[in-house]
Structure formats: C-alpha cells, structure tokens
C-alpha cells in the first residue's frame, strides 16, 4: 500500500461514475478504507432503473494508505457535500445514500444540504471495536492498523467488487470517530425522509445504531429495514435485491409528490 497509485484501484468498477438518468438523482457514498466498487452494483441496478446516479470517491481513498492519512473528515464531509450540491444543480430531486462512515456523511449532508431523502447502510451510531475512541492518543505510537485478514475473508461479499485497503492510518480512525460523534449530535437536522438499513449479522455496527437513527432524526417519514444475514459491506451481499428495492420504493415516495407537483 505504500506504492503511489496502487494498481488494483486502476480496475474499472474502482471508477468514479455517473449515470445519466431522469430528473431524480441520488447519491452513493462508501465507506471508510473502501471504494466506489462497494457501490457499484446498487449504481448499476439503480441506473437500469431510470434514475441519474452519481458514485464517488472519497479523497484519500482508492489510491494508497499513505495519501489517506493526509486527508481527514473534514475532507470527506467536504466531498459528500459537493457531490450533493452537484446533483441538486442537475436533478429535481437528490437522494444521498451512503455505507458504513458514508451513511454518516450521508446523514450529516442531508441535514447540512437538505437533501429529499436519505439511506444510511450499515452506518454506525457506535461500533463494536471498544477502542475506537482512542484512536487519536495511541497513533503517535502505533500510526498503522491493518485489518485482521479472518475479518476480510469472512464475509460472503461479492469479490468482484470488493477493493480496499488492507490497513488504514491510525490517526485517520480517529477521524472516523469524531464523524461518528457528529453525524449523532446533529441527527435531528435530518428532516428528509430517512431508510435506515442494518444487518443483524454486522459485526462491525453496534446493533442500536439503527435505533439511535430513528429516534433521533427529525424526519416525519422514517423506516427501519433490518436484514437478516448480510455482513458489514451489505451492498456486496445476496441481499442487494432487497436493499435495491428498498432504495427504489423509498425514492418513489419522493418522487412521485415531486411530479405532483409539476
């Protein structure tokens, strides 16, 4: 990883994309260490679908280690706002959907953009790893992390799709941390409509997280779909059909009063 460009991230579905569709965009966000590839089977089914999609990369990620830890939160909140702002140039409607750290920074451009709705996947509230928050005093002393390789293997994921890192900074968990802190004290300036997805078999989100969601956002119009066997990366799972409907049907309930409208 410490390679400039690291090849692997060179393969088509690593891409940034957009797909020009109706009036109706949304957005796809991945998660921390990943890349655009994680997103890129609920991009295509939702293109075969009619809507404009638009899948990014957040900096620091899909080149190497070393140029994630030159970025920071601020970098990647900064990115899923300006991505939001584009679509809303282009579409009458924007959905921001994002995975894992991107369902934070979906939540939180939601409420900073006003989005028309939002889909956190497997996006936490707290995670399972009780050491996330000292992320920032250990990193001085142990800046590199790297993920055990039973918790890369275990999970039935699509391995098509599935490009990341194999490690990350330890100062860049710190910043994970602090998002996770603010996209939970800033939940209610959620007000768009909000699809909660989580896994009961995620090993990687603390269970409430859901919960915490829906609680807490200001939305009027709020649901909670739970799956049952996808892992952390639900996106890459045998549960993207569910997932790609759920997406689907909840972006018609924006969709529709839009075109009401005209």
């Not at 957009?18 to 957005?27: P, Q, S």
């Not at 001085?140 to 194999?166: C, I, K, L, N, T």
């Not at 709020?222 to 996106?235: F, S």
Request: proline residues 5%; charged residues 20%.
């Amino acid at each position: 990883m410490n390679l400039k460009n690291d090849s692997r991230f060179q393969h088509a579905c690593c891409v940034p994309f957009f797909f020009d569709g109706d009036d109706h965009g949304i957005l796809l966000i991945h998660g921390f260490t990943g890349c655009v590839s994680h997103m890129r089977p609920l991009g295509d089914a939702l293109r075969e679908r009619g809507y404009t999609v638009m899948g990014i990369n957040l900096p620091g990620h899909a080149t190497t280690e070393a140029d994630m830890a030159e970025t920071g939160w601020q970098e990647w909140l900064q990115a899923a706002n300006q991505a939001t702002a584009a679509l809303k140039e282009k579409c009458e409607t924007v959905m921001v959907c994002g995975l894992s750290m991107g369902g934070l920074l979906a939540l939180l451009a939601a409420g900073e953009m006003e989005a028309d709705a939002c889909v956190p996947i497997s996006t936490p509230m707290a995670t399972q790893n009780k050491w996330l928050c000292l992320a920032g005093m250990v990193a001085p002393f142990y800046p590199r992390v790297a993920w055990p390789v039973q918790a890369a293997r275990h999970e039935s994921v699509d391995a098509a799709y599935d490009y990341g890192y194999a490690g990350f900074p330890t100062r860049s968990a710190a910043g994970l941390h602090r998002l996770i802190k603010l996209a939970r004290r800033n939940l209610s300036a959620v007000r768009c409509p909000v699809l909660c997805v989580q896994s009961a078999a995620d090993r990687t989100v603390w269970q409430g997280s859901a919960d915490v969601i829906m609680q807490n956002v200001s939305s009027r119009c709020k649901q909670k779909l739970i799956l049952q066997d996808a892992p952390h990366v639900a996106t890459l799972s045998k549960e993207l059909p569910v997932i790609v409907n759920a997406v689907d049907d909840w972006a018609r309930k924006i969709v529709e009063p839009a075109g009401a409208k005209k």
